[in-house]
């Protein structure tokens, strides 16, 4: 069996992250003993011996919807976003003042198959009838925020969870204006595969989230887990791919 939760596991939390996972692992009965970290995330979420992961709403609905099974998905009090929902932070440089400035500039994006790096920012500018002109990919949301900051990019959308530990960790992105938020949709779910039962391991990760040290929920920013129909990920539109957009 694997277990990982990559998603937001950046280094100065990893220690954090593996007390809960032996926590769940505990409540389990099952599971390995340290979380699988990889760069091949694929590989893992696709995995039959995967007791639990998480992945981001945009592979979920258009890739992974039949090749795993939802569990639970993680609550960080997001402001404006209802219990485990989230949206993306749309930033650029201090120059850029009005979202409507954003027309034919470039977006920095973490990954394609992102909700929060791509289909989010474009799915909103799209309803403001703004578009970009080109993109950069970045592999990653602090680097999309380093490529504002350089001025690769004119801006970029980053998941507000990801944006507030970052914005814990350092003071290197203080220059960067927060242009708007991007309408909430479900957070990144907790996902295990075909052959386990979901509801047993949801079960696990909720009496390992009340034995959690205060400390541990304070430095996750974790306030809770929510069941979320699986139904309001289906329903999130998809835009389209970078590659066919600046084709």
């Not at 993306?88 to 990954?111: F, M, P």
């Not at 790096?117 to 970045?138: D, E, M, N, Q, R």
């Not at 039962?197 to 430095?219: F, H, I, M, Q, W």
Request: a neutral charge; proline letters at 6%.
């Amino acid at each position: 069996m694997i277990a990982t939760l990559p998603m937001y596991d950046f280094a100065h939390l990893r220690n954090t992250t593996d007390r809960f996972w032996r926590l769940i692992q505990t409540e389990l009965k099952m599971g390995p003993t340290h979380l699988t970290r990889q760069d091949d995330l694929w590989s893992m979420w696709t995995s039959p011996d995967l007791v639990l992961g998480q992945t981001c709403g945009m592979p979920f609905r258009t890739r992974l919807r039949d090749q795993v099974k939802y569990v639970i998905t993680p609550d960080f009090g997001l402001k404006g976003c209802p219990p485990g929902f989230y949206n993306s932070v749309l930033l650029s440089r201090e120059n850029i003042t009005d979202l409507a400035q954003l027309d034919g500039k470039t977006i920095a994006y973490n990954e394609s198959l992102s909700q929060s790096g791509w289909a989010a920012p474009i799915s909103f500018l799209s309803k403001h009838a703004i578009a970009p002109k080109a993109a950069v990919k970045t592999g990653a949301h602090i680097n999309s925020m380093r490529a504002v900051l350089s001025g690769t990019a004119d801006f970029c959308g980053v998941d507000a969870q990801t944006f507030a530990l970052i914005c814990n960790m350092t003071d290197d992105f203080n220059d960067l204006r927060i242009l708007a938020h991007t309408e909430p949709t479900p957070g990144l779910p907790y996902i295990c595969a075909l052959r386990f039962d979901p509801k047993g391991v949801a079960d696990a990760v909720l009496r390992a989230y009340e034995t959690l040290d205060g400390a541990d929920k304070s430095s996750l920013r974790l306030k809770g887990f929510v069941h979320i129909d699986t139904a309001h990920y289906f329903s999130v539109p998809s835009p389209t791919s970078p590659d066919k957009m600046f084709d």
